[in-house]
């Protein structure tokens, strides 16, 4: 993961970042499905606290990303994150001042990008 302080253009850098949760999440038994019709067909939620395979949790994602949130907060400039799933919904639980234990339940769509305003306003940009 690399966030980037735009108006020194100094990248700070984070820990590598764990393997894809989608793709040990079924293995590892940390995904539940949540209720709803749709023809039986769930939303995958992952728990906060489940291990995964030679990986890591939700919670102990959130807990690596301490320190580029510092740096975050210190910033005075507009910053760009380009992280995994994982990480940025971390990093938008932060932002928003959403708990982190609700942070594997926030929706982040795929090829787009999410602005939070300095009043704490999310707004979606598409790319597709």
């Known amino acids: 993961m690399c966030i980037r302080d735009r108006s020194t253009a100094t990248p700070v850098t984070a820990a590598t970042p764990s393997p ?17 019709g749709g ?3 769930g939303k995958k939620i992952l728990n906060y606290a489940v291990s995964f395979p030679r990986g890591e949790s939700c919670r102990m994602c959130n807990v690596r ?3 580029a ?7 005075n400039g507009p910053i ?6 994982v990480p940025a ?5 932060f932002l928003t001042d959403v708990l982190p234990e609700r942070s594997p339940q926030l929706e982040l769509p795929r090829h787009s990008i999410i602005e ?8 979606l940009h598409n790319l597709a």
């Open 20 to 36: 894809s949760a989608s793709t040990t999440a079924a293995a590892a038994g940390g995904v539940s499905t949540g209720g709803g």
């Open 39 to 41: 023809g039986g067909v």
């Open 65 to 67: 990303l301490e320190g």
């Open 69 to 75: 949130l510092f740096e975050i907060m210190r910033s």
């Open 80 to 85: 760009m994150v380009i992280a995994p799933k």
């Open 89 to 93: 919904q971390g990093v938008l639980a």
């Open 116 to 123: 939070v305003t300095t009043k704490g306003q999310v707004v």
